[in-house]
């Protein structure tokens, strides 16, 4: 099977809260919420891929300095193994914007489990709670 390596952020803004974006229509798992992100490309890393994707997705810009590893998602979908280290940013210049079609929305630690959520986010919200 073949294995997919994802970078995943979960920013976290001055009030503790944390931003998850909604897949858009017409993409995979439509509807659901996910901590921002996307796919590292074969001259990445996933710290780098990371900076690029907030970038294209939301218009913000952080560095390697500001994303610390929390925990990881490891999660077999029907055509690929996901693989998604999942980093916790509080530092970024710029201001969130949706610039893919997605739905952005800030919610507190404990809402998290009150947005449906693709399978291989779900275990990191116990993580994420906990640290937070």
């Not at 944390?18 to 509807?31: C, E, H, I, N, T």
């Not at 891929?49 to 925990?71: D, F, H, M, Q, V």
């Amino acid at each position: 099977m073949k294995i997919v390596l994802v970078s995943a952020v979960a920013l976290i803004d001055p009030d503790g809260r944390v931003l998850l974006a909604q897949r858009p229509p017409g993409k995979s798992m439509a509807g659901l919420w996910e901590f921002p992100g996307g796919k590292v490309e074969p001259t990445e890393t996933p710290e780098a891929a990371l900076i690029r994707e907030l970038e294209e997705e939301l218009g913000i810009n952080t560095w390697k300095s500001c994303l610390a590893p929390l925990t990881f998602a490891s999660h077999s979908y029907d055509s690929f193994h996901l693989l998604m280290p999942l980093f916790a940013c509080r530092r970024w210049e710029g201001i969130a914007t949706p610039r893919e079609g997605q739905t952005l929305a800030w919610v507190t630690p404990e809402k998290l489990r009150d947005y449906p959520m693709p399978p291989a986010d779900v275990p990191l919200i116990p993580v994420l709670r906990d640290w937070l």
